[in-house]
Nanobody
Framework: QLQLVESGGGLVQSGGSLTLSCAGSGGALDAYAIGWWHQAPGQEREGVSCINSDDISYLIDSVKGRFTISRDSAKNTVFLHMDNLKPEDAGTYYC??????????????WGQGTQVTVSS
């Protein structure tokens, strides 16, 4: 059974950078679409970025030019690199897997989340 573990969160000043990692076990992440979601305090969880099994990536408009999603097959890990962080980027970031490799499918395996704090 696929399991995902996020890491890399922390405290960063506004304008700073962080790289989040989503490490997989129990399956090769290459075969899955992997998405990143952001949940700000008191807000609904929102999809931020996704990379499908063909390595085509998607980003929502608010993070384009600042965030990059990438995959390292050898490490069985998907990364979300975040530059020029803003206070509104703070919250918990989750990664999840879609078994058919499509960013438009249902994401059924979720990690526990990693916390990002952005100080202004």
């Amino acid at each position: 059974q696929l399991q995902l573990v996020e890491s890399g969160g922390g405290l960063v000043q506004s304008g700073g950078s962080l790289t989040l990692s989503c490490a997989g076990s129990g399956g090769a992440l290459d075969a899955y679409a992997i998405g990143w979601w952001h949940q700000a305090p008191g807000q609904e969880r929102e999809g931020v970025s996704c990379i499908n099994s063909d390595d085509i990536s998607y980003l929502i408009d608010s993070v384009k030019g600042r965030f990059t999603i990438s995959r390292d097959s050898a490490k069985n890990t998907v990364f979300l690199h975040m530059d020029n962080l803003k206070p509104e980027d703070a919250g918990t970031y989750y990664c999840a897997a879609e078994v058919f490799g499509s960013c438009e499918g249902d994401f059924g395996a979720w990690g526990q989340g990693t916390q990002v704090t952005v100080s202004s």
